[in-house]
């Protein structure tokens, strides 16, 4: 009799075996394809930061003009030499044979120098470098032959806009290799302290670099398409984000399934089970980071418009992973995947225990934060609204209108040090020159107005042939012209990436369009002025769409209004909570000299959409708990079951975001701070005590409109609180 109704309770051979198998040798099948596939995408990235400019901006008009006045896409390396004192004319004539060195590497067109400075202990070179796609090598080749031939006891660098791309390539070069390493190492040890188990956290993290494999096949073939455009940014956050996402859904599909085993010895009922109760929060949770990632689309930053569909793709294969690979792993082991400690099958007068406060069966920590939640909700909610905003205070002190180049390298950089040894003995700007287009009848006037910018050391107008027009013997007498137009190259005095040379380009704007209202200022600093000014405008156009986008899915899930828009508020509140503590690290700890423009952005779209992932994790089960029990009893039950499983959560996403560090680069230094700080303060704060009390002290009324919210509910008594026993 047991045997005839064990076999009517166990799931045909198809489902058992058949479908997990073949899932699973699917996924198989897309990592043997994408793993390979990672090395690659060197091929189709670019860190080129004027192609990240929308065509409406004027530097980018500007560079297009400039295009016409030379045959190729060259970059300007500028080699300095260095010594502690005068060189002398022995060592100026090594210095002029080296020229011959350099044009024999055939790197691009004519070399120019050498260039003594004014107090003669430094020389400068420019040299053009044809292909923008060989440019680390092409700077190390440099590297090589000027070390050789620099006199003994002087320094050599190769800096410009060629030195500054080939170290910050470099600085890139480990998101390959170290950046995964270290974020897969934490999550590993994670989940080993969280599930105390041995196969399971190989399981998850098969899930995850499986998910990752994927969304690198698929962002390969759209960069190769040409549909995106990719860089080591958008390529670094994709590996961190699928990984930290997968993760994040497995944890949740496993806490179902371990939960579904204390009621059932099927495996297969109990992974289907764990499959429909996770389902909705992992799809709507999914939908809702990938929809708000797309909003970057709205973004007029190409960077941020390459970023949205990056991530969207990498959060799609995360969740396709999650809802497909790992049930059909967990189908096929079933408790063993728990190993050493296995769930248990409770008494059935356990599996559903009657609830009058919500505590009945709940121990620990869970059991504490939900008797203060019961006891003090409002005390509670307005003392983390005010914790949340002081932090927020610090908000003042953020400074993100953008970073000079050369801080945006925090290692050690030949480029970086050669833009100082530029500064002390040239112009500062010398080789990344501001490009002025102007039309051919007032080019005299524009002329004389750039000489007086009181930022510009030098300024000439260009000859045939690309030679400046200076009035020494030999330089052309007419301008080259193209479509009536004129180019004039200006010498910042300060470094071309620097704030104040900023400032000189918006004033050149000024000044020459006062004489021709067509002119255009471009170049290397009015590219990064226009990027920053951009990602400023950006922030304001895309952070109300992405909050409009979350309010409506979470009304779609929670099936109301007032839950929703509290949801909401108090993701945004948690936000500038954790921009504001941000601010004050970056200032005071780090040092920083500020903030890249596009930080506060990335920041609000990954807090806010992965925030939001664990309003949808809670929510959903305390509704689901509220349809059973009532809303309060609902509440307590929904924070006990879901805090281990959203604190866990929240602790592997913040390590993963925190493995951004390992980069040396500011910009990714200081995303993973402000989402790894915020994402800690979500779990711990906003999640387990603020939005818990604030929906416990509302009651009922935060499911308005919906039927639930027209339930009469009434918390119990504190004495009844107490005499909850601990099991």
């Not at 400068?124 to 590297?143: G, M, N, T, Y």
């Amino acid at each position: 009799m047991n045997r005839t109704k064990a076999a009517k309770e166990r799931a045909p051979f198809w489902l058992r075996w058949l479908v997990p198998a073949v899932l699973v040798l699917t996924w198989l099948g897309l990592a043997g394809v994408g793993g390979p596939t990672f090395g690659r995408l060197e091929e189709v990235s670019s860190n080129d930061q004027a192609s990240f400019l929308p065509a409406s901006a004027e530097a980018t008009e500007a560079q297009d003009w400039q295009a016409k006045f030379r045959d190729s896409d060259e970059v300007p390396g500028i080699i300095v030499i260095e010594n502690s004192e005068a060189f002398t004319p022995a060592q100026l004539g090594e210095l002029a044979a080296l020229k011959t060195s350099l044009e024999d590497l055939k790197l691009g067109s004519t070399v120019i120098g050498p260039i003594p400075s004014k107090d003669s202990e430094a020389v400068q070179f420019v040299v053009p470098i044809a292909s923008s796609d060989e440019i680390k090598e092409a700077v190390k080749e440099l590297r090589d032959t000027v070390n050789e031939a620099a006199p003994e006891g002087s320094q050599a660098f190769v800096t410009g806009p060629a030195g500054l791309a080939a170290d910050l390539t470099s600085a890139f070069g480990g998101i390959d290799g170290i950046l995964l390493l270290v974020a897969l190492s934490a999550v590993f040890v994670i989940l080993l302290v969280v599930y105390r188990s041995l196969l399971l956290p190989i399981m998850v993290l098969l899930t995850s670099v499986f998910a990752l494999c994927a969304s690198i096949l698929l962002v390969f073939g759209m960069a190769k398409a040409g549909w995106i455009q990719l860089n080591g940014q958008s390529q670094g956050i994709l590996s961190i984000l699928v990984i930290g996402a997968a993760t994040d859904y497995a944890l949740l599909f496993v806490a179902r399934f371990r939960e579904a085993l204390t009621h059932t010895t099927n495996r297969t009922a109990a992974v289907l089970t764990a499959w429909k109760a996770s389902f909705e929060p992992i799809l709507a949770s999914g939908a809702t980071v990938i929809i708000a990632l797309l909003c970057l689309l709205f973004s007029d930053l190409n960077s941020n418009k390459a970023l949205g569909p990056v991530a969207a793709a990498g959060i799609l294969c995360a969740l396709f992973a999650a809802l497909t690979l790992l049930p059909a792993l967990m189908a096929l082991l079933g408790r063993a995947a728990f190993w050493p400690f296995r769930p248990k099958l409770l008494p059935a007068d356990q599996r559903e225990p009657e609830l009058v406060t919500g505590l009945e069966g709940q121990k620990g920590l869970w059991r504490a934060t939900g008797s203060l939640v019961a006891r003090r909700p409002r005390t509670v909610w307005v003392a983390s609204v005010l914790l949340l905003v002081a932090a927020a205070s610090g908000l003042l002190q953020l400074k993100a209108n953008g970073v000079p180049q050369t801080d945006v390298i925090l290692t050690a950089s030949n480029a970086v040090d050669g833009q100082d040894a530029l500064a002390r003995h040239f112009d500062a700007g010398s080789g990344s020159p501001a490009v002025v287009v102007a039309d051919q009848g007032k080019a005299a006037e524009v002329l004389d107005r750039v000489k007086a910018d009181d930022g510009v050391g030098e300024a000439y107008l260009l000859g045939q042939g690309g030679v400046p027009i200076t009035g020494a013997p030999g330089s052309p007498a007419a301008p080259d012209v193209r479509d009536g137009k004129v180019l004039i190259n200006a010498t910042l005095s300060n470094a071309a990436d620097s704030l104040e040379a900023e400032e000189t380009i918006k004033a050149l704007r000024a000044e020459v369009k006062a004489v021709d209202p067509g002119a255009l200022v471009g170049g290397v600093t009015a590219t990064a002025l226009d990027t920053n000014t951009t990602a400023q405008h950006d922030l304001v156009v895309i952070i109300p769409v992405v909050l409009v986008v979350i309010l409506f899915i979470l009304m779609l899930l929670l099936r109301s209004i007032v839950a929703p828009v509290l949801l909401v508020l108090s993701v945004v509140v948690s936000y500038a909570a954790a921009l504001g503590v941000s601010a004050l690290v970056f200032n005071n700890l780090f040092g920083f000299p500020g903030a890249d423009a596009t930080v506060p952005l990335f920041g609000f779209v990954f807090l806010v959409a992965l925030g939001v992932d664990y309003n949808i994790f809670l929510m959903s089960r305390v509704r689901e708990e509220s349809l059973k029990h009532g809303t309060r009893p609902g509440i307590l039950r929904g924070l006990s079951v879901t805090g281990g499983v959203i604190t866990s959560a929240g602790v592997v996403l913040a390590a993963t975001f925190a493995a951004l560090g390992v980069i040396p680069i500011m910009f990714l230094v200081q995303l993973a701070f402000i989402v790894a700080f915020g994402v800690l303060l979500d779990t711990v704060l906003v999640r387990s005590l603020l939005v818990p009390a604030l929906a416990y002290d509302i009651g009922s009324k935060i499911w308005w409109p919906s039927k639930l919210g027209r339930t009469p509910d009434t918390a119990p008594d504190e004495p009844l609180l107490a005499e909850i026993p601990a099991r």
